[in-house]
């Protein structure tokens, strides 16, 4: 006999026919448009719980901010522990209640050094550590809006996307605009055409930066008229902008030799001498003479100087970090099961190559594909045909003075041959 029971809904009353998803219990009916409001409700909640919580409860202290960058980013001390302090004080910032009198200003940070010295890496692990969205843009594809290439607010809108699209998060988040210098003025004259890639873009980062509403595309792309736009508040967002500045240097050692270089205690130096450490040295004025305008500059108080990695900095590169270029190359060599072992004088050569080259860490790897190149072409090959089971790698090797050490399996003539043949 068919059930005639009319089924609905416990909490709402809706007929068990107009709806999707009728879920029975003890005695007591949901429906599935009920179970999507309860999920609300929760969810809502449970943000309000997030946002009333104090960041100083949250928030990791310099210490530790600092703690976790020595482990994942090698040198760089100082640098760090500036970056611990504008981090931690930014987050602060955010924290306080609005209705507070005193109102903190918003600290931005820009970090000035050599290619290859961990200014990435340190703004993509401090987000990593505090686990708020990250988006990193390279301001050489910006253009002024309205003209050829991609307008500053993208860069609002790439957070948006690493955000999953959650507005509130992405306001907490940090942004970091790579090859900043490349957007410098083009000499310190007043040019009578319009720099819309140059100038124009400090121009127009001015207020994204500072604390505006941006009006960003949902689904990316171009804004069109008419189109639903999502709005970020940006006075939250926390901004560091990097670059080279090569040039720089000359730019201070100018400063030094114009001020006060008269008299026998007068402080002079060479402009081709080497013993000038930008980040000791360098000043607002100087970057602001190198090309950034002042306006542009005002917004980044927080001014940090990266050092050039020493030979020594880039041995511990190569072995220190969990994902270091030594394992990731011994991982290489063991998918043809052969181990793969440095010694100590090969690893103080790679540095010192990578420091002769002027390339920073990044240099490192090429270093490392050029000397293994032809023993990787051999490997398969004296893998499953010779029996090879490991290869050290010296520092006569990276010199290009001897063959790297092979160990066979099984020693027979043949292998014998094999090993003594130049890679």
């Known amino acids: 006999m068919a059930d005639k029971k009319d089924y609905h809904c416990s909490f709402c009353g809706k007929h068990k026919n107009e709806i999707s998803t009728l879920i029975a219990g003890p005695a007591t009916y949901i429906c599935n448009e009920c179970i999507d409001l309860c999920h609300s409700i929760v969810h809502e909640r449970k943000n309000e719980n997030k946002k009333s919580k ?10 530790e901010i600092n703690e976790f960058l020595d482990a994942h980013v090698i040198g760089q001390g100082e640098a760090k522990e500036v970056l611990s302090v504008a981090v931690y004080n930014h987050y602060k910032r955010i924290s306080q209640p609005e209705d507070d009198d005193v109102e903190l200003e918003k600290s931005n940070v820009m970090m000035l050094g050599p290619s290859g010295t961990g200014k990435t890496l340190l703004a993509k692990t401090i987000a990593k550590f505090l686990d708020v969205p990250f988006a990193q843009v390279d301001a050489t594809t910006l253009t002024e809006s309205g003209y050829v290439g991609e307008d500053v607010e993208n860069v609002i809108q790439r957070l948006l996307m690493n955000a999953d699209f959650d507005i509130r998060k992405a306001e907490q988040g940090i942004i970091y605009i790579d090859e900043i210098d490349k957007k410098a003025k083009k000499g310190e004259n ?234």
């Open 190 to 423: 007043i040019s009578i055409t319009k720099d819309v890639s140059g100038e124009g873009v400090q121009q127009a980062l001015l207020k994204i930066v500072e604390g505006t509403i941006v009006r960003v595309p949902p689904g990316g792309g171009r804004k069109h008229p008419g189109a639903d736009m999502l709005e970020v508040d940006t006075s939250k967002i926390l901004f560091i902008v990097g670059g080279a500045f090569v040039g720089l240097d000359k730019v201070i050692k100018r400063r030094l030799n114009s001020n006060g270089s008269i008299g026998f205690g007068a402080r002079v130096m060479a402009q081709d001498s080497d013993d000038m450490k930008v980040s000791k040295e360098v000043l607002p004025e100087d970057v602001i003479k190198y090309g950034i305008i002042p306006e542009f500059m005002g917004r980044f108080p927080i001014l940090v100087g990266i050092d050039d990695l020493t030979e020594s900095e880039l041995s511990r590169i190569l072995t220190e970090p969990k994902n270091n270029l030594t394992a990731q190359f011994k991982k290489i060599f063991k998918l043809d099961n052969v181990d793969l072992n440095f010694t100590e004088d090969a690893i103080t050569e790679i540095s010192k190559i990578a420091k002769r080259n002027k390339t920073g860490a990044r240099g490192l790897r090429s270093v490392l594909e050029k000397s293994l190149l032809k023993l990787q072409f051999k490997l398969p090959k004296l893998s499953k045909n010779a029996g090879l089971t490991s290869v050290e790698i010296t520092g006569d090797f990276i010199n290009n003075k001897a063959d790297p050490i092979l160990v066979f399996k099984d020693i027979t003539e043949e292998n014998i041959n094999i090993n003594e043949k130049k890679l």
């Open 54 to 63: 104090t960041v100083n409860s949250d928030i990791p202290t310099p210490d």
